[in-house]
């Protein structure tokens, strides 16, 4: 997890003695996860509680998900806007607490216990951030519009949603070509009309930032690294295509030409095809690359580390003609990734390189200097040189147990296979009996500066508590943490320290009295 350093010829990471201080531990959950009072994890009490525990538990690190507006399933990785937040993460106690809203409003709180209510965000507690909302627009209309001023994706995305709630349809399909199109004319005629909705929209944005600004800085001051994560692509019906269009593969109509994927392998004998829009980077490349340096520098207002999901696609993106059946008629094409970062400069930033990684993929993030991954359920599908196993791994990665796109650890016992249970068990001269904190244990144990968990391992749950499953839009997300049972603080906590990763301690304070205890002693 190296901050990285640009040199004339690329980047380089920090020295050796620099590095092993940055030897940490950290968790992997959600916002949505946490126990939160009501039914989705938020930004509040829930929050704070469980930066304290990763301090006391010897966690340096919460990764997290992407906290963009979620699109379909409550997806956060297909969401309609690379800029905005989502709202249903703000806290209520939080808006009670700044006079925003009546504890007697927000009344009975449902609570889904072990699960996500989505169906209850939607009905329950939209209207109670909407009120909100309204009540900060009348109350503080100056901080508003600065706000509005100082980040114009703000404005553009209240209108999207607004006009996007109205039409309830993508917006190539909106009944006013003038608003398709986004005719200055049009588009200020929409903005007074709806004007009430738009300001909503907008506080909301507001409201979130404080909130989040808040967190961000109690976990700094807990010594916790905020660690987020970046979707490549984005929604063909998003704020983005609809604001860019001349950013991204579309026709006149706004609708994808190309689209991105994955080719066929081992898993999958027709490849992969997500949709999205791929990027026409000619025109990234005209304006300097200004959009990326936006969109990661907004993702960089909230986390402290930046996790760029499919890195690969910034070497070469697999291109899929957009009325193709199958990815398999996709083709490579090269994009200027190494140019792109050039332009971004130094950046605490993560490769997420799984996948086909090639050697110019390995070399472009050579080049960034960022720290790639490896996933401990990968490992055990090889013999020795496996380049997942621990003893292959180079300091500059960060190393997991498993993601949120994988099984639990329990769960991929569970369902691995003799092949690969026989293998880990005489990697580790272990049983299966405790596969989760042993999984745990290697991670802690690699040379990798970085180890997280999810925090399902850390409970040892099995594949009834996993995420996501990839390719699938029913079922997914929904995932909540109850309790802790006590004694997993003190083990992650000794794990961390037998492991080298606690922070480093504080120099002592210089004292004339215990410098030199014979000059203080009494004649």
């Given at each position: 997890m190296s901050r990285c350093r640009r040199g004339s010829t690329g980047y380089s990471v920090l020295p050796q003695h620099?590095?092993?201080?940055?030897?940490?531990?950290?968790i992997l959950l959600h916002i949505t996860s946490l126990p939160s009072r009501g039914p989705v994890g938020d930004i509040g009490p829930a929050a704070y509680g469980f930066v304290d525990w990763l301090a006391n538990a010897g966690c340096r690190v919460w990764q997290i998900l992407p906290v963009n507006p979620v699109g379909p399933g409550w997806c956060p990785?297909?969401?309609?806007?690379?800029?905005?937040?989502?709202p249903a993460l703000l806290s209520l106690d939080g808006l009670v607490s700044d006079g925003l809203l009546e504890l007697s409003e927000v009344g009975p709180r449902p609570q889904a216990r072990g699960e996500a209510d989505w169906m209850s965000v939607d009905g329950w507690k939209r209207p109670l951030l909407s009120l909100a909302a309204k009540r900060l627009a009348a109350a503080e209309p100056e901080a508003l519009?600065?706000?509005?001023?100082s980040k114009p994706w703000a404005g553009e995305w209240a209108l999207f949603s607004t006009l996007h709630a109205r039409e309830n349809r993508g917006w190539q399909d909106w009944s006013d070509a003038g608003l398709r199109a986004r005719n200055p004319t049009d588009l200020a005629a929409a903005r007074a009309e709806l004007s009430g909705a738009v300001g909503e929209a907008l506080a909301l944005q507001l409201l979130f930032d404080r909130q989040w600004a808040a967190l961000k800085a109690y976990a700094r001051g807990k010594g916790v690294t905020l660690f987020g994560d970046m979707p490549l692509f984005v929604s063909g019906d998003s704020c983005d295509t609809w604001c860019d269009p001349q950013l991204f593969a579309l026709d006149e109509a706004g609708r994808a030409t190309e689209v991105a994927g994955a080719p066929p392998?081992?898993?999958?004998?027709d490849g992969q095809l997500w949709g999205s829009p791929v990027y026409d980077w000619s025109a990234h490349t005209a304006e300097g690359f200004s959009w990326w340096k936006r969109r990661v520098g907004r993702a960089l207002e909230h986390v402290d580390l930046l996790r760029i999901d499919h890195f690969r696609g910034l070497q070469a993106t697999w291109t899929i003609p957009a009325d193709a059946e199958t990815a398999r008629e996709g083709t490579w094409k090269e994009v200027p990734g190494a140019a792109m970062f050039e332009a971004l400069g130094s950046l605490p930033l993560v490769a997420e390189d799984l996948g086909i990684i090639t050697p110019e993929v390995e070399a472009l993030r050579a080049a960034v200097g960022c720290p790639g991954m490896r996933i401990l359920q990968f490992a055990f599908g090889g013999d020795a040189h496996h380049g997942y196993l621990p003893h292959n791994y180079d300091a500059n990665t960060v190393v997991y147990t498993g993601t949120h796109d994988n099984d639990t650890t329990r769960g991929w016992y569970a369902t691995a296979g003799g092949v690969a249970q026989d293998?880990?068990?005489?990697?580790?001269?272990?049983?299966?009996?405790?596969v989760s904190w042993d999984f745990i244990r290697m991670a802690w144990g690699s040379v990798a500066e970085t180890a997280i968990a999810p925090m399902q391992d850390v409970l040892d749950l099995g594949g009834e508590a996993r995420m996501n499953v990839p390719g699938t839009e029913d079922g997914n997300w929904g995932w909540r943490l109850q309790d802790i049972p006590w004694w997993v603080e003190g083990r992650l906590l000794d794990?961390?320290?037998?492991?080298?990763?606690?922070p480093p301690p504080k120099p002592a304070r210089k004292d004339a009295q215990t410098d030199n205890p014979s000059d203080n002693a009494e004649a």
């Open positions: 620099e590095r092993d201080s940055m030897r940490r531990a950290g990785y297909a969401s309609p806007s690379a800029f905005a937040a989502e519009a600065e706000y509005a001023r392998d081992a898993f999958s004998d293998r880990y068990r005489r990697y580790l001269g272990a049983d299966g009996a405790d794990l961390s320290e037998s492991y080298g990763r606690l």
